[in-house]
């Protein structure tokens, strides 16, 4: 504790050597509360406000603390900013000798085996794909981390790419006659040698899900796990401690089968191909039923939105015979081992999605792309938490939102920490002086005039902050139909998701100071924007997620067989939390100031508006726009 008093003390190491830096009172009471966890193990829950400097309050005592500690964020963004700005920064500063790595998931990394196996006999859909193989083969020559994002020049979709990168499917691990060139084998050996071990909570919770599976393991033994974004845990856990087919994961099989079978001889040879060209076929037929959806209706419940019953059973019966076939290989050669074990795999969660029928998961699907996703979900993820992450490690979660009017059961219950530790920290921003939240009287958000209404009222709130807007919206229709009626009403850049990519929207948001920048979904959370570009954040309606989502559906309906309340236990704290996120878009910095506007009069006129009325930051409400007008500094 007084190694942590003399880091951030007003006359600690921090301040002595970082010309910037401010002693945040939260922000030692937060490293405290960690090291003291570190210490004596256990669970602990902090809610850090904006501002806090939770990096550095977890960092520090997980590096004094000698222990191996896996730190996880939620987005890529904070993942690198924690590797390649923060450790290096602790390091030089502690004076202390530690070793950090940072890991992705196995498809950012080059497999050297699958390059030589599709090098020799390649599968190109166009001229580009060519070209793209080339890229590759060239830069594995040179390249000492075997990671992509070496390869700037490479599209973000390669399908060359899926063929030649690490994946478990494809993974023999020590058996593997590359394996003292291969990537991951490389950082396996780096992690198991470092202190700090730096994931985002997607590999980290696949690595979880298979660590009864040492070889397929990625990440080493650990001793504490420290969760940044922690609000996002369940979600992601959700999907990893369940399967997943995909039109995607079908492709691949059968391009590793064409190369596998080139070591099988005679008639057997020919009915292979001939088996894998019907099952190429068949899958197509299978996953066309629930391709071109898009926006909201691109998810589904499986039970609801069953497959072709034809389609499904001769798809069935291509993995069933190529099931057999391979598996019955005599002399089976290693490539075809994996390839059997693959279609077995794969059969089995195959009939577990039809029949859909196990009530610990959420059967549902998803068109994205080109891609046909058919998922089963963790119903409940605590069990599965508790067994294989609580019972044997530290663990530390943190966000900016974990309460829900200041109370941090609902989450608490979602992840099964009930009895841990909890710690929550107001932000050190001034609220009341730095922002006005803007309640005006429109319509209920089920009324044929909200829209027309909203449009309206946003389009003197934006001119009274000269653009600068960060329009959220709890659906696409919305956001369309709301942009549409701004059209020529407004003297600013209008920018929308979906006309370009994410972070391209993003920087011509910053870079064009008077601009409005139309959003709904991933843009309400992960968005630091500081200073003038983003003065305003408007909302149109209260996040509730819509009850026609599958998983969201399903988790409605475990409650009210269980007699409990959906919509006070599970919605309006829900809800409450996205609200957070997205109003804590606008205030990133000490020096910034702006305007909340919220669209929905049932944060008014409802009584579970209070619960949102309280989640809120300690800042001047107002329903009047003349009064904001008045107030609002320039």
């Given amino acids: 504790m007084q190694e942590i008093e003399d880091v951030f003390s007003p006359g600690g190491i921090l301040s002595r050597r970082l010309a910037d830096y401010e002693h945040r009172p939260e922000q030692t009471r937060m490293a405290a509360a960690v090291a003291q966890t570190l210490k004596s193990g256990g669970r602990l829950a902090v809610e850090a406000g904006t501002g806090t400097g939770k990096t550095m309050a977890y960092l520090v005592p997980a590096i004094l603390s000698g222990l191996r500690v896996v730190v996880s964020t939620g987005t890529k963004n904070l993942q690198e900013q924690v590797f390649f700005r923060d450790i290096p ?8 000798d530690f070793n950090a790595v940072m890991l992705k998931g196995r498809s950012n990394y080059l497999c050297s085996s699958r390059l030589k196996r599709f090098s020799q006999a390649p599968l190109f859909g166009d001229e580009r794909e060519a070209g793209h193989l080339n890229m590759i083969f060239e830069w594995a020559q040179r390249t000492k981390t075997g990671d992509r994002s070496e390869l700037e020049g490479l599209p973000e979709d390669s399908r060359v790419w899926a063929q030649v990168c690490s994946t478990t499917d494809f993974c023999s691990a020590l058996k593997c006659p590359r394996s003292t060139d291969c990537s991951v084998s490389r950082l396996r050996r780096e992690a ?34 420290i969760f940044d974004e922690a609000h996002e845990v369940e979600e992601i856990a959700s999907r990893y401690f369940g399967f997943s087919i995909s039109n995607y994961r079908i492709d691949e099989l059968v391009r590793d089968s064409l190369v596998a079978v080139d070591a099988v001889g005679g008639e057997r040879k020919a009915e292979l191909i001939a ?82 029928d196990d009530e610990d998961y959420i059967f549902w699907g998803e068109a994205r792309g080109g891609g046909v996703f058919l998922n ?56 009341a002086k730095q922002m006005r939240i803007y309640l005006p009287r429109l319509p209920d958000p089920a009324s044929p ?97 819509s009850p026609g989502d599958p998983i969201v559906a399903a988790r409605i309906g475990r409650i009210k067989k269980s007699g409990g309340s959906p919509f006070s236990e599970y919605q309006v704290p829900e809800a409450a939390l996205a609200l957070r996120q997205g109003v804590g878009r606008l205030i990133r910095h000490r020096g910034d100031r702006g305007i909340i506007m919220i669209g929905d009069s049932r944060i008014r006129t409802k009584g579970y508006g209070k619960t949102f009325l309280a989640s809120l930051p300690p800042a001047p409400t107002t329903a009047s726009f003349e009064e904001l007008a008045s107030s609002y500094d320039r």
Wanted: glycine fraction near 6%; proline fraction near 4%; charge should be negative.
């Fill in 89 to 96: 920064l602790l390091r030089e500063y502690l004076g202390r």
């Fill in 192 to 225: 198991e040698q470092a202190q700090i071990v730096v994931v985002n909570h997607h590999l980290f919770f696949a690595d979880l899900a298979l660590r009864d599976v040492r070889a397929c393991s990625v990440l080493p033994d650990y001793q504490a796990v």
């Fill in 275 to 356: 088996g894998l060209d019907r099952l190429d076929t068949r899958a197509k037929n299978f996953f066309h039923r629930y391709k071109g959806r898009d926006g909201e209706d691109r998810r589904f419940a499986l039970k609801d939105d069953k497959p072709d019953p034809e389609a499904a059973e001769l798809f069935l019966d291509s993995l069933r015979s190529l099931e057999q076939r391979t598996g019955a290989l005599d002399p089976m050669p290693d490539e075809a081992r994996m390839i059997a074990h693959r279609f077995r795999s794969i059969l089995g969660e195959t009939e577990a999605l039809l029949a859909a």
């Fill in 376 to 431: 089963a979900s963790s119903m409940n993820v605590a069990p599965s938490l508790q067994n294989a992450l609580y019972s044997s490690s530290t663990v530390i979660f943190t966000s900016a939102t974990l309460t829900t009017a200041g109370d941090f059961a609902f989450f608490l219950s979602r992840l099964g920490l009930e009895g841990a530790q909890t710690l929550a920290l107001a932000s050190p921003f001034d609220f």
């Fill in 449 to 545: 005039g909200f829209v027309e209404a909203l449009a309206r009222e946003a389009e003197k709130v934006i001119k009274l902050v000269r653009g600068r807007t960060l329009f959220l919206f709890t659906s696409f229709r919305v956001m369309y139909e709301t942009r549409r009626l701004l059209d020529g009403k407004l003297p600013y850049r209008m920018l929308t998701q979906g006309e370009a990519p994410r972070h391209t929207l993003l920087e011509q948001f910053r870079d064009e100071v008077d601009s409005v920048l139309f959003a709904s979904s991933s843009f309400w959370q992960g968005v630091d924007v500081k200073g003038e570009s983003l003065s305003c954040v408007i909302i149109d309606k209260l996040p509730f997620s």
